[in-house]
């Protein structure tokens, strides 16, 4: 036997005694259009936010092409109406609006139809003001992302 290799005993016991983090990966959606100026914030900061929280698996999406969540997913959003990034928990805090055309079907018509015909369960949206500056974005996201966290 090799004198520089621990022996077998030990090597053993230190693979049964690691620690593995099992927890789930938290899949965080962004969404937005990069052609509409004030709905573009969230997806021009997942460069930063990948940088900033490297265990969470942030991801672009578009909610038009078959997107569904999964149960306590986060979703990050330009939202109408708000003057502060704002956490969501409920879909009824969103105003419902008639569908005049398919342009006008958005992020909270297709997660309101999702729900309506349970394909989901619970979730979170972090909402972005749309005149927001970029690094006032990234702070609000990232103090609500840390709350979540340690909420967790």
Do not use: R, W
Not at 51 to 60: Q, R, S, T
Request: net charge positive.
């Amino acid at each position: 036997m090799d004198s520089t290799q621990p022996p077998l005993k030990t090597e053993v016991e230190f693979y049964v005694n690691l620690k593995f983090d099992k927890s789930p990966v938290m899949k965080i959606y962004v969404t937005g259009n990069l052609l509409i100026k004030n709905d573009n914030l969230p997806l021009k900061l997942i460069p930063q936010l990948k940088k900033a929280f490297p265990k969470y698996e942030i991801l672009e999406i578009d909610p038009n092409e078959d997107f569904i969540p999964e149960e306590n997913s986060i979703i990050i959003d330009t939202v109408v109406g708000i003057d502060q990034v704002t956490l969501f928990t409920d879909l009824d805090h969103f105003a419902d609006h008639k569908l005049i055309s398919p342009h006008n079907y958005d992020l909270g018509l297709h997660l309101k139809l999702l729900k309506k015909i349970g394909k989901i369960g619970k979730l979170k949206i972090i909402g972005v003001p749309q005149t927001c500056s970029k690094i006032h974005a990234f702070k609000g996201i990232a103090k609500t992302l840390k709350i979540l966290k340690s909420k967790a």
